[in-house]
């Protein structure tokens, strides 16, 4: 399983990525706004050098199939391995499988995003998504089992041999990451917050406190 990193911070990025850690980048408009970004084009730019090829997911959030195509393909003009995220409805409820399938088969890598249901993402890859993203904390917020939807997607994927990834997003706590995993996604998506918390544990600092006392006491 990959891990991208869910954040539009250059910083962050930056670090993850030269650990070895962060092979791709997604964002959503929240992410955007809550960073107080405003010139989204030119941020853009500056994640694309900072993943350094790996594939950077940028949404479009226009309201009808023109705006959405033509945003859609300014994002993907501006560098190397953008990926346009189309959410699977708008918000209306009207299915976008129809801009999905439009924009994949003319070459743009798609990250089919806000599945909260395996018919939702299988249906998208078979749209042509290259990515199909499953938001594993809202999925659970309606009392439903995301793992159990992550490997339905991820079944059907090895079942047919589609070369479409499996995202999971969503993200809240490093027990998730744990769940998700069991059902056997390509990637899990994590902000820098989370992926912090995944390297420290009170019982490995204690043990290595443990290590140091004992060190002083022997001659190594
Ligand atoms: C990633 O691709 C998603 O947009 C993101 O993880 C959603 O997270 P949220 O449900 O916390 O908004």
């Given at each position: 399983?990959?891990?991208f990193v869910d954040s539009c911070d250059i910083e962050s990025i930056k670090y993850w990525f030269n650990i070895g850690v962060g092979e791709g980048i997604t964002t959503n408009p929240l992410i955007i706004k809550k960073q107080g970004i405003s010139d989204v084009d030119s941020h853009l730019i500056k994640m694309v050098a900072a993943a350094n090829g790996a594939p950077v997911s940028i949404q479009v959030?226009?309201?009808d199939r023109e705006s959405i195509l033509k945003q859609a393909k300014k994002f993907a003009s501006l560098g190397e391995n953008i990926v346009i995220k189309v959410p699977v409805v708008d918000a209306d409820g009207k299915s976008l499988l129809p801009i999905i399938k439009e924009l994949s088969d003319e070459g743009y890598a798609i990250n089919a995003t806000a599945c909260m249901m395996a018919p939702q993402a299988i249906m998208a890859a078979k749209a042509g998504a290259r990515y199909v993203s499953l938001f594993f904390g809202r999925i659970s917020d309606?009392?439903?089992d995301p793992v159990e939807q992550i490997a339905s997607v991820r079944n059907?994927?090895?079942e047919v041999g589609s070369d479409t990834e499996i995202i999971v997003g969503s993200i809240r706590t490093v027990f998730a990451i744990?769940?998700?995993?069991i059902g056997r996604p390509h990637?899990?998506?994590v902000t820098p917050a989370i992926l912090q918390k995944c390297t420290v544990h009170e019982m490995s600092k204690h043990t290595a406190a443990e290590f140091d006392n004992?060190?002083?006491?022997i001659n190594v």
């Open positions: 399983m990959k891990f959030s226009g309201k309606q009392g439903a059907w994927i090895d744990t769940s998700a995993a990637i899990c998506t004992a060190a002083t006491k």
